[in-house]
């Protein structure tokens, strides 16, 4: 069983910066594709950038030239530096994995951009 915690979430202010981290267990997912999504209240959950087993990544447009998403496969996790945070940027940030034709998400953590 894929297990899936984030972390690293927290209250920040607008231009500031922060790192969540996704550390998985249950399986090696060195192979498989990891993602970050976000929901806002009231509003549909949506892709933030993924990255691919071998390092490729894309983004939203929204979030382009501010975030990176990286991962670690020798540590089995996944990061997203959050840079020049924005006040829509606030939401719950929950990472995927999908192995086979399997989807995993982890619980979310909260990010608050707010002065």
């Known amino acids: 069983q894929v297990q899936l915690v984030e972390s690293g979430g927290g209250l920040v202010q607008p231009g500031g910066s922060l790192r969540l981290s996704c550390a998985a267990s249950?399986?090696?997912?060195?192979?498989?594709?990891m993602a970050w999504y976000r929901q806002a209240p009231g509003k549909q959950r949506e892709l933030v950038a993924r990255?691919?087993?071998?390092?490729?990544?894309n983004y939203a447009d929204s979030v382009k030239g501010r975030f990176t998403i990286s991962r670690d496969n020798a540590e089995n996790t996944a990061f997203l530096q959050m840079n020049s945070l924005k006040p829509e940027d606030t939401a719950v940030y929950y990472c995927?994995?999908?192995?086979?034709?399997?989807?995993?998400w982890g619980q979310g953590t909260q990010v608050t951009v707010s002065s």
């Open positions: 995927k994995s999908r192995v086979g034709i399997q989807d995993y």
């Open positions: 249950g399986t090696s997912l060195s192979f498989y594709p």
């Open positions: 990255i691919t087993s071998y390092g490729s990544t």
